[in-house]
C-alpha cells in the first residue's frame, strides 16, 4: 500500500466549478502538506503548505487538513481553465522521524477546466 | 523557477551509456533533491542532500548516483544499471527541515 493515495482522475469541470482534490495517507508522522500543480511539460509549482489539522485559504484556493481521519483536501473555487494542470498533494514529518526533511507524493489528479 | 536550472530540458542516449544530469541552483539553499516522474506514479525520490559533501539515498536510488561538491550544484548520473531509465527527472531545492521544496522544469531522458 503506498503511504499517500490519490485519485489520478482525470476531473473535468465546467468552468466556475468549484473543484475538490483529495489525498489520503497512512503515516500518522506527517505533520507538513503541500499542494503542488503542475502545467504539462513544466516542473512542480507550490501552491500551498499548511501543519498539522485545520483550514489554509489563499485566493480561490483552500487547504483543508483533517488528521484524525488522515485526509487532506484542495478546494478550488470559480475554476478557469488556466487551472488546468496535474495537482499533486505532498506531505512531510517532523524532525527526528525518517520523513523528515523530504516530501513524499500522492500520484497526482490529472484536472482540466473547459470554457 | 528561475533560480532553478535543469539542463538539457530533453536528452536522448542509448542503452548501456551513462548519463548525467545537471541541476544548478542560484537561490544559496542548502538542500537539493532528484525526484523522477511517471505517468501515473506521482513523484518518487531518488537521493538527497542536506548539505555539501554528503548525500543520502531515497527510495529508488539503485542504477543512479549524485556528488554535492558545491552549493549551487547536484549531478545526477543515470548509470546503465538502471533497467528503465526513461523518465522526467526533477530537481528540486528546499531550506532544510520541514520548508517546502521548489521544483526545476525538468529533463526528461529517453533511453533506447
Known amino acids: 500500500q503506498k503511504e499517500v493515495e490519490q485519485d489520478p482522475g482525470p476531473l473535468s469541470v465546467p468552468e466556475g466549478a468549484i473543484v475538490s482534490l483529495n489525498c489520503t495517507y497512512s503515516n500518522s508522522a506527517f505533520q507538513y502538506f503541500m499542494w503542488y500543480r503542475q502545467y504539462s511539460r513544466k516542473g512542480p509549482e507550490l501552491l500551498m503548505y499548511?501543519?498539522?489539522?485545520g483550514n489554509k485559504e489563499d485566493g480561490r484556493f483552500t487547504a483543508q487538513v483533517d488528521k484524525s481521519s488522515k485526509y487532506i483536501s484542495l478546494f478550488i473555487r470559480d475554476s478557469q481553465p488556466s487551472d488546468s494542470a496535474t495537482y499533486l498533494c505532498?506531505?512531510?514529518?517532523?524532525?527526528?522521524?525518517?520523513?523528515?526533511?523530504?516530501?513524499?507524493f500522492g500520484q497526482g489528479t490529472i484536472l482540466t477546466v473547459h470554457p | 523557477d528561475g533560480g532553478i536550472t535543469q539542463s538539457p530540458k530533453y536528452l536522448f542516449r542509448k542503452e548501456g551509456q551513462n548519463v548525467t544530469l545537471s541541476c544548478e541552483q542560484n537561490l544559496n539553499h542548502d538542500a537539493m533533491y532528484w525526484y523522477r516522474q511517471d505517468p501515473g506514479q506521482g513523484l518518487r525520490l531518488i537521493y538527497y542532500s542536506q548539505i555539501v559533501n554528503d548525500f543520502q539515498k531515497g527510495d529508488i536510488a539503485e542504477g543512479y548516483s549524485v556528488s554535492r561538491e558545491k552549493k549551487e550544484s547536484f549531478p545526477l548520473t543515470v548509470t546503465s544499471a538502471q533497467k528503465n531509465p526513461t523518465a522526467f527527472y526533477l530537481c528540486a531545492v528546499g531550506t532544510g527541515g520541514t520548508s517546502p521544496l521548489h521544483f526545476g522544469n525538468g529533463t526528461r531522458l529517453t533511453v533506447t
Open positions: 505532498a506531505m512531510m514529518g517532523s524532525a527526528g522521524g525518517t520523513s523528515y526533511g523530504k516530501l513524499t
Open positions: 499548511t501543519y498539522s489539522s
